[in-house]
Structure formats: C-alpha cells, structure tokens
C-alpha cells in the first residue's frame, strides 16, 4: 500500500537554530500534504499545508517545500524556541480520497 | 476555524464490556468523519471513514464487528469497542472534514482508553 517515510525520527536543536524534518511518499497523485504538531496527549495541530501545484510556502518561522518529481517535502522552522519542542507528523491524502497517510513522526527537541 | 469534541476525553473499562465514544462537530457539518488510533510513541493510523447515513469504511486488518462505526448525523459520529480488551487500549482520535473546504481535518481532542 501507499506509505509517507519520515526522517529523523528524533531530532535535538539548539535554541535559535534551524529544524528540518523531511518526507517521502509513494502516492504520485497525492495532493495535499499538511504538517501536524503533536503535544504529549494533546490533538494534533495543523501548524502548515501545501498543495502539489505550489512548490513553497511559507508562514513566519516555518515553512514548507515541495518537490513533487521526487516525491519530497520537507518542514522547515527557523530560529527555534523551546516551545517548538513537540512530535511532528507529515501527511499526505491518498489519491481520489480525503484520507490521510501520515509519517511515522519526528521528536523535536529544543535545546535552551 | 472549525471545531471538533469528544467525549470521554477518557475511560477505563473492565475487559470484555463495551466502550462507546462521541465525536461531535460543533460549529460545522462534517460530511465525512475520521478514525484514528495511536498507541504511545507512534503514529497516527486510519481505522475507518465514515459518511452521514452512510456505512463505515474499515482500512484493512481492522475488525468491523469489533468498532463499530455510527455517522448518524452531520454532526455527531459515534465509535463504540465491543468486547474490549487490553491491547485495544490506545489514544482514538476523530476528525471531521467540511464540504468545500477542501482536504483539511479538523482532530477532536482525543479519548485515551484504558482496558484492565
């Protein structure tokens, strides 16, 4: 079946330091690929999107790039502070459905 | 925004009773709604989708007859565990998605279930 790898699956940050989480997935007609932060018990946060007809968004201290012949995405946070400290999951919709596959997560910590 | 509940936000039960859980829609209609579990450490994984009036559609290795699915409404989906044992407990997670609004999901707040 359709799959999202997500790496690293753990990542430790200086504060003030730049977080890349990066993507893949095997779907080549997914469409939609959101970014979720996860507290420890908490709902998951959509924090970004992108569609696949943009290549890069970008929302103050985060943003999202796209590489759709590859079948990447990457999460980019510059100048990180310790709140940003939580899991974070990708997602990408199953094409011809509004389901998500999500990665497998990413435990950011932010190191003050 | 859109916002989505549940309720319980948690629940023990006794191995082998039933455990109904609520997702509501608050402030919107969900045509569809989303069922997710995530067992500590890992990822979210789809159990089912569910459309108003409609039956459930169960992803693969999940047991119908064991979680049972009910979109009676636009606004209320319920998810119930029949026979529940411990290696059913797990964080289960909703989510509702609002016609026209593309592919985003709107999470409920989850339910932590704790089977003895």
């Known amino acids: 079946g359709e799959n999202v790898e997500q790496h690293p699956s753990t990542l430790s940050v200086q504060e003030g330091d730049s977080a890349v989480i990066k993507c893949t997935y095997s779907?080549?007609?997914?469409?939609?690929f959101p970014w979720y932060k996860q507290e420890l018990g908490k709902r998951p946060q959509l924090i970004i999107d992108?569609?696949?007809?943009?290549g890069e968004k970008k929302d103050q201290r985060i943003a999202v790039t796209l590489n759709k012949t590859a079948k990447h995405f990457s999460l980019h946070i510059t100048e990180t502070q310790p709140e940003d400290s939580a899991v974070y999951f990708c997602?990408?919709?199953?094409?011809?459905?509004?389901?998500?596959?999500f990665g497998t997560g990413t435990r950011l910590k932010v190191l003050a | 925004g859109a916002v989505v509940s549940q309720h319980p936000s948690w629940v023990i039960c006794k191995s082998g009773t039933s455990v109904k859980i609520e997702c509501r829609s608050l402030?919107?209609?969900?045509?569809?709604m989303f069922w997710y579990r995530q067992f500590p450490k890992q990822s979210l994984m789809l159990m089912a989708t569910?459309?108003?009036?409609?039956?459930?559609?169960?992803e693969q290795g999940v047991e119908k007859d064991k979680f049972l699915i009910n979109h009676a409404s636009l606004t209320l989906s319920t998810l119930t565990v029949t026979s529940a044992h411990p290696e059913d407990s797990s964080f289960y997670i909703c989510?509702?998605?609002?016609?026209?609004?593309?592919?985003?999901?709107?999470f409920g707040p989850g339910t932590r279930l704790t089977v003895l």
């Open positions: 997602a990408a919709t199953l094409s011809g459905t509004y389901k998500y596959i």
């Open positions: 569910s459309n108003e009036g409609s039956k459930a559609t169960y």
């Open positions: 402030d919107f209609q969900a045509t569809t």
């Open positions: 779907d080549s007609a997914s469409n939609y």
């Open positions: 992108i569609r696949s007809n943009v």
């Open positions: 989510s509702g998605r609002r016609e026209g609004w593309g592919d985003e999901q709107f």
